[in-house]
């Protein structure tokens, strides 16, 4: 999966291996990386594009407090 965060002159693509969702605060949250970090980065939804929705690895669920889906 491929997600796209756009600022003001930049464009940064990130791929996904993690989503989860923040119940309390209503918010579907991705874990993904990117040449631009030196480790893992959370993406909100509403600040992202999905640009490739398959997920084409295998995945856990994780139930609790943040579940999720994870690689």
């Not at 940064?12 to 980065?41: C, H, P």
């Amino acid at each position: 999966m491929r997600i796209i965060k756009r600022d003001k002159n930049e464009e940064e693509i990130a791929e996904i291996f993690g989503i989860y969702w923040d119940e309390e605060r209503n918010q579907t949250l991705f874990l993904g990386m990117t040449d631009k970090y030196s480790g893992v980065y959370v993406y909100s939804e509403s600040e992202v594009e999905i640009i490739d929705p398959n997920i084409n690895f295998r995945t856990i669920y994780l139930s609790g407090h943040l579940p999720g889906i994870f690689h």
